[in-house]
């Protein structure tokens, strides 16, 4: 018998997972809030639902493998998943999904591994209503700026560019 994954998101990088599953034979369920999302576009198999936990217990209960397109699945919708001890079926496991929940937890976990990553400055050490502040940070990085939203940031979603200032 096949294996039955669900891949917890239907965004773009669901669609990309559920295209190479495709070639792998593989047989895959997105799991969606809406019919309009990518990955519920190209005639996946699908489960459209407003995400509870209640609703996230039966996809684990009914797939042998869940996986996740993205780091925003909340501890409460898991809840009655690990109470059920379903939590294992996940993969990358939920510990792996946590570190890097958000995008200060993952220049972290880059910097922590030796990976290379661009500068940052954490934003909470900043007062961004003050633009002395902001100067003094924007002085720091000869090519400008970019603030991202910690979480919820994607594809110029919560992400804002400020070039440098030409210097005379």
Same mark, same amino acid.
């Given at each position: 018998? =096949?294996?039955?994954?669900?891949?917890?998101?239907?965004?773009?990088?669901?669609?990309?997972?559920? *295209?190479?599953?495709?070639? /792998?034979?593989?047989?895959?369920?997105?799991?969606?809030?809406?019919?309009?999302? +990518?990955?519920? /576009?190209?005639?996946?198999?699908? &489960?459209? @639902?407003?995400?509870? +936990?209640e609703l996230f217990l039966k996809? *684990?209960?009914?797939? =042998?493998?869940?996986?996740?397109?993205?780091?925003?699945?909340?501890?409460?919708?898991?809840?009655?998943?690990?109470?059920?001890?379903? /939590?294992?079926? &996940? *993969?990358?496991?939920?510990?792996? &999904?946590?570190?890097?929940?958000?995008?200060? =937890?993952?220049?972290? @976990? *880059?910097?922590?591994?030796?990976? +290379?990553?661009?500068?940052?400055?954490?934003?909470?050490?900043?007062?961004?209503?003050?633009?002395?502040?902001?100067?003094?940070?924007?002085?720091?990085?000869?090519?400008?700026?970019? /603030?991202?939203?910690?979480?919820?940031?994607?594809?110029?979603?919560?992400? @804002?560019?400020?070039?440098?200032?030409?210097?005379?």
């Amino acid at each position: 018998m =096949d294996k039955r994954v669900a891949i917890l998101g239907a965004g773009q990088l669901a669609k990309y997972l559920a *295209f190479a599953a495709k070639k /792998l034979k593989i047989s895959v369920t997105v799991i969606a809030t809406s019919e309009l999302e +990518p990955a519920c /576009l190209d005639g996946n198999r699908r &489960m459209v @639902f407003p995400w509870t +936990p209640e609703l996230f217990l039966k996809v *684990f209960q009914e797939h =042998d493998l869940v996986t996740f397109e993205n780091e925003w699945i909340s501890d409460r919708l898991l809840q009655r998943v690990r109470e059920k001890g379903l /939590l294992e079926k &996940m *993969f990358p496991h939920y510990e792996c &999904m946590n570190e890097v929940r958000t995008k200060w =937890d993952q220049k972290k @976990f *880059f910097s922590k591994q030796k990976y +290379p990553t661009t500068k940052a400055v954490l934003g909470s050490s900043v007062d961004f209503l003050k633009i002395e502040s902001f100067k003094n940070i924007n002085d720091q990085f000869s090519n400008g700026v970019v /603030l991202k939203e910690s979480e919820l940031a994607y594809d110029g979603k919560g992400v @804002f560019v400020f070039k440098a200032q030409e210097q005379s």
